[in-house]
Each structure stands twice: as C-alpha cells, then as structure tokens.
C-alpha cells in the first residue's frame, strides 16, 4: 500500500526559509514521477514542483521559480522541497504526491499523479 507522509510546515516571516519532506513507502519510489503541490481554502490544488524518477529534470510553477528547490533521495525514499524567500501567499497546505504509472514525460498536471500525502501546513506571516 503506498503511503505518503509528509513533515515540515510550519510558521514562519516573510522571508524565511522551511524545508519540507515526504517519506515514502509501499512502492518502488525511483521508478516513479513524485511533485508537490499546495491548496488555499476554497482552491483548486496547484502544482508547485515536480521531479524525475532519478532527480535529473525539475520542473516548477512559475510562482515559486528561484525559490524552491525539489529534490529526492531514492536510497531513503524521501522527497523533499526547500522553500526560500517565502512570502505570505505561500501561505497554504502542501501535499506531496507520486505517479505510480511509468513515468515517462515530467508534468505538473496534477491529474497524472496517482497516491498524495495528507499534507503540511505553512504558514508565512508578514
């Protein structure tokens, strides 16, 4: 059974840094397509990063090019999002998120991923 755990939200003040991580487990991670994604109240959810099998291509919303940075560890089976320069409309919940088809082109469309976390809160006071 796939499980996506994620962990590291929180608050902090414009400017800050969080660096959120989704641990993975129940299925072959390396093989598979993982992103981020974020949801306002009353939002749809939106893509914010996405990721390779092996960690060579990255793809990012155009809101957040330059600040965050996706990355994963296949050995631990971890994803992982370093969010810099936050400002209060990153304000939101975050989810992690995997493909569990082969993944063969990289997108952002949330629709081609299959399993997601419960999400983390983050929290950008101003």
């Known amino acids: 059974q796939v499980q996506l755990v994620?962990?590291?939200g929180g608050s902090v003040q414009t400017g800050g840094a969080l660096?959120?991580?989704c641990a993975a487990s129940g299925y072959t991670m390396s093989?598979?397509?993982m992103g981020w994604f974020r949801q306002g109240p009353g939002k749809e959810r939106e893509a914010?990063?996405?990721?390779?099998?092996g960690g060579a291509s990255t793809k990012y919303a155009d809101s957040v090019k330059g600040r965050f940075t996706i990355s994963r560890d296949n050995v631990k089976n971890m994803l992982y999002l370093q969010m810099n320069s936050l400002k209060p409309e990153d304000t939101v919940m975050y989810?992690?998120?995997?493909t569990l088809?082969?993944?063969l082109?990289?997108?952002l469309d949330k629709s081609q991923y299959n399993s997601w976390g419960q999400g983390t809160q983050v929290t950008v006071s101003s």
């Open 31 to 33: 093989r598979n397509c």
């Open 19 to 21: 660096r959120l991580s």
């Open 95 to 98: 989810y992690c998120a995997t």
């Open 105 to 107: 082109v990289l997108v």
């Open 48 to 53: 914010v990063a996405a990721i390779s099998p």
């Open 101 to 103: 088809n082969r993944c």
């Open 6 to 8: 994620e962990s590291g």
